[in-house]
């Protein structure tokens, strides 16, 4: 059932994000009790929001365990009608994460140490988002979404084989998503992800590898340095592309 | 602003470069406005460019080479390279695309490989040298802009706010600026001077000379530093805020001159106003 979501207000955004920074342990607490113990206040906001969807709480945070892939898509289709730019809104991320997502987050977020200073910076890095690069690479929720939205809008693909390939690895999703100025073109990104997926999955010619993929990507960077890779046709795109993963996975 | 420094190898038409030397030039003009006719969380580009070297503009009237606008929003992950038919028009980004810094490029781009390219006006260190380009290279390349775009209007007040910290010493206080909101932490002796400077009008002026103007060159200093804070709503307010009053706020590199930005910009609210309320 949608509704439409309740988020915090700018002023109390600002201060959870005070109380999360001066101590860890006042800040880890579900929205509905921050809200009551610091008078918080929630107020309406245009999102669209399937309060029904929920998301599936990992059993450990290794992996091929923390259910991201299968979240990714039901955190998408929990907020219909959303556009990027609503994917900016800092506060309808920190809500959810302290408010619908509270257990999901605590789980796959989980703390390795019991101090007060780590359990702070742990809150401001998967709880809150105010960068665009925290955006998609740190905030427990909004990360999610980011492939969610990236697996359902990358043109001639469909979103299982845009899955297969970004969740493949950690490594290959934050170095995929490290270079937003190669990879925010869904053109290329379609053709990269599309060779991937050829490789890794269909020819299964090459396995993942970390150094060699980032290899990859610094060749591509190199080579659209000299060439707009969104100016040259498929075959010519393709071909510029294969070449760069040849070059990075010969032995 | 200008375009990063790339390194070509061929001659490219561009500012700041002494590839041609007969005075061609490639320049544009952009407005960005949020469409108010077709659909909400639409934003439009009207440009207009003027190619100065009948070599170029040739290429593209044989379809050898186009007319390209490079559009980049890092908000929003969206990235996109628009071939124009036109020198003058008018185009619309995809609904929801962009937000916070739109950096907009414009480019001519070989679409075909071009043999032996050899334009007129190039500089005579180039001699008869006959260029191999490839389909995808950059031919002439524009200033790039940066437009803020934003869909909601705010003052600069509502991106300052201040907060009591029990951390800090009393006569203390520190400006956190690692979100889209200014927020100064006080220590409890200055919160209470705070309060008691902001509700009396004889004491206001005395925060624009102080307190104020601590915030605004500390952000100006972390935006000039480029601290990543570039798309925080309080950087981008604070760059309209100095390019209204014609100071471009990158010029102004040490300490010393972004102070003396601080003081002119606050001047009215402050020492002005000190001075207003003696006499």
Same mark, same amino acid.
């Given at each position: 059932?949608?509704?439409?979501?309740?988020?915090?207000?700018?002023?109390?955004?600002?201060?959870?994000?005070?109380?999360?920074?001066?101590?860890?342990?006042?800040?880890?607490?579900?929205?509905?009790?921050?809200?009551?113990?610091?008078?918080?206040?929630?107020?309406?906001?245009?999102?669209?929001?399937?309060?029904?969807?929920?998301?599936?709480?990992?059993?450990?945070?290794?992996?091929?365990?923390?259910?991201?892939?299968?979240?990714?898509?039901?955190?998408?289709?929990?907020?219909?009608?959303?556009?990027?730019?609503?994917?900016?809104?800092?506060?309808?991320?920190?809500?959810?994460?302290?408010?619908?997502?509270?257990?999901?987050?605590?789980?796959?977020?989980?703390?390795?140490?019991?101090?007060?200073?780590?359990?702070?910076?742990?809150?401001?890095?998967?709880?809150?988002?105010?960068?665009?690069?925290?955006?998609?690479?740190?905030?427990?929720?909004?990360?999610?979404?980011?492939?969610?939205?990236?697996?359902?809008?990358?043109?001639?693909?469909?979103?299982?084989?845009?899955?297969?390939?970004?969740?493949?690895?950690?490594?290959?999703?934050?170095? /995929?998503?490290?270079?937003?100025?190669?990879?925010?073109?869904?053109?290329?990104?379609?053709?990269?992800?599309?060779?991937?997926?050829?490789?890794?999955?269909?020819?299964?010619?090459?396995? /993942?590898?970390?150094?060699?993929?980032?290899?990859?990507?610094?060749?591509?960077?190199?080579?659209?340095?000299?060439?707009?890779?969104?100016?040259?046709?498929?075959?010519?795109?393709?071909?510029?592309?294969?070449?760069?993963?040849?070059?990075?996975?010969?032995? | 602003?200008? %375009?990063?420094?790339?390194?070509?190898?061929?001659?490219?038409?561009?500012?700041?470069?002494?590839?041609?030397?007969?005075?061609?030039?490639?320049?544009?003009?952009?407005?960005?406005?949020? +469409?108010?006719?077709?659909?909400?969380?639409?934003?439009?580009?009207?440009?207009?460019?003027?190619?100065?070297?009948?070599?170029?503009?040739?290429?593209?009237?044989?379809?050898?080479?186009?007319?390209?606008?490079?559009?980049? +929003?890092?908000?929003?992950?969206?990235?996109?390279?628009?071939?124009? #038919?036109? !020198?003058?028009?008018? !185009?619309?980004?995809?609904?929801?695309?962009? !937000?916070?810094?739109?950096?907009?490029?414009?480019?001519?781009?070989?679409?075909?490989?071009?043999?032996?390219?050899?334009?007129?006006?190039?500089?005579?260190?180039?001699?008869?040298?006959?260029?191999?380009?490839?389909?995808?290279?950059?031919?002439?390349?524009?200033? $790039?802009?940066? =437009?803020?775009?934003? =869909?909601?209007?705010? +003052?600069?007040?509502?991106?300052?706010?201040?907060?009591?910290?029990?951390? !800090?010493?009393?006569?203390?206080?520190?400006?956190?600026?690692?979100?889209?909101?200014?927020?100064?932490?006080?220590?409890?002796?200055? $919160?209470?001077?705070?309060?008691?400077?902001?509700?009396?009008?004889?004491? $206001?002026?005395?925060?624009?000379? %102080?307190?104020?103007?601590?915030?605004?060159? #500390?952000?100006?200093?972390?935006?000039?530093?480029?601290?990543?804070?570039?798309?925080?709503?309080?950087?981008?307010?604070?760059? #309209?805020?100095?390019?209204?009053?014609?100071?471009?706020?990158?010029? #102004?590199?040490?300490?010393?001159?972004?102070?003396?930005?601080?003081?002119?910009?606050?001047?009215?609210?402050?020492?002005?106003?000190?001075?207003?309320?003696?006499?």
């Amino acid at each position: 059932m949608s509704i439409n979501l309740k988020i915090l207000s700018e002023e109390s955004l600002e201060n959870i994000r005070n109380i999360a920074k001066e101590s860890g342990y006042s800040a880890l607490f579900e929205l509905e009790s921050l809200v009551v113990e610091h008078d918080l206040r929630l107020i309406n906001s245009p999102y669209e929001f399937d309060s029904s969807v929920e998301l599936l709480i990992p059993d450990s945070t290794s992996w091929d365990k923390n259910f991201d892939r299968e979240n990714s898509l039901r955190i998408f289709s929990a907020l219909p009608n959303f556009l990027p730019i609503h994917a900016a809104d800092e506060r309808l991320w920190v809500s959810l994460a302290f408010g619908n997502y509270f257990e999901y987050a605590k789980k796959r977020w989980s703390a390795e140490s019991t101090k007060s200073k780590d359990l702070s910076q742990l809150i401001l890095n998967h709880w809150f988002c105010p960068t665009s690069r925290s955006r998609w690479r740190d905030h427990a929720i909004s990360r999610l979404w980011w492939v969610g939205h990236i697996a359902n809008s990358t043109p001639g693909l469909k979103s299982k084989e845009v899955l297969d390939v970004l969740y493949l690895n950690s490594d290959l999703i934050n170095s /995929f998503l490290g270079h937003p100025r190669t990879t925010s073109s869904q053109r290329v990104s379609s053709a990269l992800i599309s060779l991937l997926h050829e490789k890794y999955f269909n020819v299964k010619a090459a396995a /993942f590898n970390r150094d060699r993929f980032r290899n990859f990507m610094h060749l591509i960077d190199l080579r659209s340095g000299k060439l707009h890779l969104d100016a040259i046709s498929d075959t010519e795109l393709r071909n510029l592309l294969l070449d760069c993963f040849h070059e990075s996975h010969k032995n | 602003m200008p %375009s990063k420094n790339r390194i070509y190898q061929h001659p490219v038409l561009r500012n700041g470069s002494t590839d041609y030397a007969d005075g061609s030039t490639f320049e544009s003009i952009f407005s960005v406005a949020i +469409s108010e006719i077709t659909s909400k969380d639409t934003v439009e580009v009207s440009y207009v460019l003027q190619v100065r070297n009948m070599y170029l503009l040739k290429l593209v009237e044989n379809k050898k080479a186009g007319l390209f606008l490079s559009f980049y +929003s890092s908000e929003t992950l969206f990235k996109k390279l628009i071939k124009i #038919e036109n !020198l003058q028009g008018r !185009l619309q980004l995809p609904k929801g695309a962009v !937000l916070g810094n739109l950096e907009i490029e414009p480019f001519i781009i070989a679409v075909t490989s071009i043999s032996d390219f050899l334009p007129n006006g190039l500089n005579e260190e180039y001699g008869a040298i006959k260029f191999e380009i490839e389909a995808g290279a950059t031919l002439a390349v524009g200033e $790039r802009e940066v =437009f803020p775009i934003s =869909f909601s209007r705010r +003052s600069f007040q509502d991106l300052i706010r201040v907060q009591t910290s029990m951390e !800090l010493d009393k006569n203390e206080y520190e400006i956190s600026l690692a979100s889209n909101i200014i927020t100064i932490n006080m220590g409890t002796n200055v $919160r209470q001077a705070w309060e008691l400077m902001s509700s009396d009008p004889n004491f $206001r002026p005395f925060l624009f000379i %102080s307190i104020y103007k601590d915030t605004f060159v #500390e952000a100006l200093s972390a935006l000039v530093s480029g601290d990543d804070v570039e798309e925080f709503a309080w950087a981008r307010k604070l760059k #309209e805020t100095f390019e209204k009053v014609g100071l471009n706020i990158t010029d #102004e590199s040490d300490f010393t001159k972004l102070n003396r930005a601080v003081l002119r910009l606050l001047g009215k609210k402050g020492i002005e106003q000190v001075i207003a309320d003696v006499n």
